[in-house]
């Protein structure tokens, strides 16, 4: 298989000018729903039947519970009916899940991971799917996007210990945003081929004859919201490179387009909604320059196809979608790694060592180019936030964000925040290496077996969901460990921008003087994007040269 240079130049440009097209529209539409006091019909149904107050707002510390009691809950739901799959309708022959799998499913697709260690088609039916796993394609997004409209509310609000009720935020995002956007991206994906049924599939191979039976469902309905929602479970175990999720190029470049649509608009809508348009602009162009560094270095590993792995299998071909081309693949490599997707068209662990590499560095930016739904925006503003710290360590004045002091508080929050995520992967990754019977499951060897293992406690940390083919993660120990480092890998930060959004909401707004750093405009949005860079770098550096590196470099 060849590089098509001219294909991956139109595809990268069709979607920066989509993205640049709806980045303002859209912002402003999510702004408005945010903004707004009125409630819509399903709206007040839901507050009725939940016996939620919606004029009452919370605390961070009462939404923070929310958040955690409806996660909790939500997990707990999805384990036990999985459990019970056996007298649930639509379920066929299938039997419950196994526990370990049950619970590693429950916590992946309420932490918005989607990391999926069973074969759907086989081990889940269509109850399954569309009552809790679809559902959860929409409320973990939703939850992504209301933490970051908390942080964003808690920069433009001045002393106040309130900031919004959880509960209102959820049904808005779920009724107004996801559920509408989601409609039409299902009917563009029907008429565009994605199947959409209730009963098995027959398939006759023309050249032979033979017809055979693949199963069918509502696949189209569950991967609009998997896509939109940066979630990434598949309906079948190829996840975007099964004929049924993705069948042709247009909807292979839609689903693209679609995993980067609302992290895109939404640093629109912050800017909006603190009163700083430039700000927003500033966030969005250096997301944009993340995305398009990475596609463009996945491109080129992709396109020069080196390390030992590539030349042994005769170069490209083995795990690559054959229908679209590798030049298809490097951009939705790039895509749905930068944005906490994690659904494939390519097995990444045939990607060259360097491509695969790159997939890595993707999530361990922390997702923010453009990232998850919510998450990638909160934790561009946190990053943000250091920056502007940075920078009034060097001019010798107490750093200002948006009219708010960073003082202890707030770096201290905000340094935990950057921390997190690197301890988990390096810490459960650097165990699990020192136990022989975990390592010997893992079927590679060399710096390949590393990397194997390093993607996936990086996915799982980094709530992406994808992974190397060689891990095997039904077992117990990896099924533990994975569930633990997306628990912490998803609330952890979410408790900390949370408690950052409410100290930054009890401040007064400072007046902005002489010796305030902008924080708009190229020159923070360079500094931004260099902190991001080598807080990645200073973290991770010496696991990749362990892993993809030492692979790509021998040849």
Known sequence: MTFNTASFLIQVSALLLALAALHKPLGVYLARVFE????????????????????????????????????????????????????????????????????????????NTNW??????????????????AVQNFLSAAVGIVVAVALIRGIARTKTDRLGNFWVDLARTTFRVLLPMALVAAVVMVIGGVVQNFSPTDVTNQATGTTQSIPGGPVASQEAIKILGTNGGGYFNATSAHPFENPNVFISLFEVFLLLLIPSAL????????????????????????????VSLTGWAVATGQGTATASAGGLGEGFEQRFGAAASAVFAASTTLTSTGAVNVAHDSLPPLAGGATMVNMMLGEVAPGGTGSGLYGMLILSIISV?????????????????????????????????????????????LLPDVMASVPASGPHQFSELLYAFTSGANNNGSAFGGITSSGPYLSAMLGIAMLLGRFLPIVLVLALAGSLARQGKIPASAGTVPTHGPLFGALLLGVTVILTALSYFPALALGPLAEGLLQ
């Open 36 to 111: 707004g006091n009125t409630s819509t019909r399903p709206e007040r149904l839901f507050y009725r039947l939940a016996g939620i107050d919606a004029g009452t707002e919370q605390t961070w510390a009462v939404y923070l519970r929310s958040v955690l009691a409806f996660s909790a809950v939500s997990i707990l739901a999805v384990f036990l009916l999985q459990r019970l799959q056996s007298v649930l309708p639509g379920s066929g022959a299938l039997t419950g899940v196994d526990p370990w799998v049950a619970m590693n499913t429950a916590i992946s697709f309420v932490t």
């Open 389 to 433: 710290f940075i920078a009034g360590l060097m001019v010798g004045r107490t750093p200002e964000y948006l009219g708010k002091k960073i003082g202890p508080r707030q770096m201290k929050l905000s340094a935990l925040y950057i921390l997190v995520t690197p301890i988990l992967v390096l810490t459960l990754a650097g165990i699990t290496v």
């Open 267 to 294: 640093p629109y809508a912050s800017g909006r909604m603190v009163g700083d348009r430039k700000q927003g602009y500033t966030v969005a162009a250096v997301m944009g320059t993340l995305w398009l560094t990475s």
């Open 116 to 133: 999926q260690t069973y074969v759907p088609e086989t081990t889940v039916g269509i109850f399954v799917q569309m009552a809790l796993l």
